[in-house]
């Protein structure tokens, strides 16, 4: 077989290899990660959601800052709710845990030359 044949037997659509990744490989992570970002508001109330941002997402659970320590002993208490109510908004148990840390809520930004 001539390595052209053994190539083109091999193409597939850009179309299925999206969604192919969209249905289960790395895009369908990127994009769950996304939603569980932008769900955050929604899941913790605008309160909570003003204290705090989540920055990681690994091995199902979700890491999130908080801006103070007050915070972090507050909400320790709601973060089985917020499980709960993760897992009806996506209808899967997608996020196990949630982590809480102190730290800045916004991007550490780097000096310009």
Known sequence: MSAA????NDLRSLEEIIFRSLK???LRLLAQKQRLMEL????????AAANSKPYLFLEGILH??????VYLDKYRYQLKEWVERYRVELQA????????????LTKP?????
């Open 64 to 69: 999130v800052h908080v801006t103070t320590s």
């Open 24 to 26: 289960s490989g790395p």
């Open 109 to 113: 930004s780097f000096p310009k030359d």
């Open 5 to 8: 044949n053994r190539y083109n």
């Open 40 to 47: 955050w508001p929604k899941v913790v109330g605008e309160e």
């Open 93 to 104: 148990p997608v996020v196990e845990r949630i982590k809480l840390t102190v730290g800045s």
